[in-house]
């Protein structure tokens, strides 16, 4: 069964930094794109970043660039978000999604979301 | 602010066929894929590319897109098919970066 399982969530207060994984099971993980997405409560979806399979390629939404980094093992088969100088409006349930396709050199990401994680919560506040 | 708009509300009568829209500039050159996401759920993909449905997904659910618009249609909708809706591509920039749109929630009546 092709699965994605989050963790790492939790409360932080503003400033502080976060680590979050996504543990994928049942593909051939190194070959497909990796993203996070996220949705803060009551409110709509938000891409945050995606990976290439070989993570050769790196995109982050404007919100988060500078202070987030993703990153992936491929020997793990895993996804990981470290989140530094969090804010108040990183306050959002997590989830890591995968793509039908891995980065191509000529169209880019294919942004198709085949497959999602439960989520985490990560909650920012004093 | 999202580059793909959505209408925040759509209802449909039971059994009856319903369109939920989204537009950007991007999908003049770029498919759009839709998400159905339930209460206290992830999303799950519905259709993506020209008109591809996972496996799972049932028939009545399709996918159109003509000039900055793409449209899901659910043809005699479900109860099951009330949920959020939201629609995604990339952006209009040409930068390699993700955007959703707003989302539509569904009430079937």
């Known amino acids: 069964e092709v699965q994605l399982v989050e963790s790492g969530g939790g409360l932080v207060k503003p400033g502080g930094s976060l680590r979050l994984s996504c543990a994928a099971s049942?593909?051939?993980?190194?070959?497909?794109?990796m993203n996070w997405v996220r949705q803060a409560p009551g409110k709509g979806l938000e891409w945050v970043s995606s990976?290439?399979?070989?993570?050769?390629?790196?995109h982050y939404a404007d919100s988060v660039k500078g202070r987030f980094t993703i990153s992936r093992d491929n020997a793990k088969n895993s996804l990981y978000l470290q989140m530094n100088s969090l804010r108040a409006e990183d306050t959002a349930v997590y989830y890591c999604?995968?793509?039908?396709?891995?980065?191509?050199?000529?169209?880019?990401?294919?942004?198709?979301?085949?497959?999602w994680g439960q989520g985490t919560l990560v909650t920012v506040s004093s | 602010s999202s580059e793909l708009t959505q209408d925040p509300a759509v209802s449909v009568a039971l059994g009856q066929t319903v369109r939920i829209t989204c537009q950007g500039d991007?999908?003049?050159?770029?498919?759009a894929s839709w998400y159905q996401q339930k209460p206290g759920q992830a999303p799950v993909l519905v259709i993506y590319?020209?008109?591809n449905r996972p496996s799972g997904i049932p028939d009545r659910f399709s996918g159109s897109s003509s000039g900055n618009t793409a449209s899901l249609t659910i043809t005699g909708a479900q109860a099951e098919d009330e949920a959020d809706y939201y629609c995604n591509s990339r952006d209009s920039s040409g930068n390699h970066l993700g955007v959703f749109g707003g989302g539509t929630k569904l009430t079937v009546l």
């Open positions: 999604a995968k793509e039908g396709t891995d980065y191509d050199i000529l169209t880019g990401y294919s942004y198709v979301f085949d497959i």
């Open positions: 049942g593909f051939t993980f190194s070959s497909y794109s």
């Open positions: 990976i290439s399979g070989s993570s050769s390629y790196i």
């Open positions: 991007s999908l003049r050159s770029y498919y």
């Open positions: 590319g020209k008109n």
